[in-house]
């Protein structure tokens, strides 16, 4: 059982940065794949970035590359996404989930799931 916590959403104009944290309970972390996505309004979850088990590989989604990194830290069981150019198209609330698969870009992938921060970028 893993279960994680995100935190470090938050109200930023356009333009603007924050940097999203989960952490993940239990000591089998470094076992999981860990993704982010997000779900705005009147729409589906939506893939944000994957990264894989051993922290080398990431994958990202079209709309925010070159924009979000998701990285991990094994020592403290915690997964960042750092998101810089925010956009108002960015607005949604965020969740990050545990995947003891290789983490792929759908949400049925994923074992467990956090409870979500909300991320609104003014324009």
């Known amino acids: 059982q893993v279960q994680l916590v995100e935190s470090g959403g938050g109200l930023v104009q356009a333009g603007g940065s924050l940097r999203l944290s989960c952490a993940a309970s239990g000591r089998t972390f470094n076992n999981y794949a860990m993704g982010w996505f997000r779900q705005a309004p009147g729409k589906e979850r939506e893939f944000v970035a994957v990264?894989?088990?051993?922290?080398?590989?990431?994958y990202y989604a079209d709309s925010v590359k070159g924009r979000f990194t998701i990285s991990r830290d094994i020592t403290k069981n915690t997964v960042f996404l750092q998101m810089n150019s925010l956009k108002p198209e960015d607005t949604a609330v965020y969740y990050c989930?545990?995947?003891?698969?290789?983490?792929?870009?759908?949400?049925?992938?994923?074992?467990?799931w956090g409870q979500g921060t909300q991320v609104t970028v003014s324009s």
């Open positions: 990264i894989r088990r051993s922290g080398s590989s990431t």
């Open positions: 989930a545990a995947d003891r698969g290789v983490g792929g870009v759908f949400p049925n992938e994923y074992d467990y």
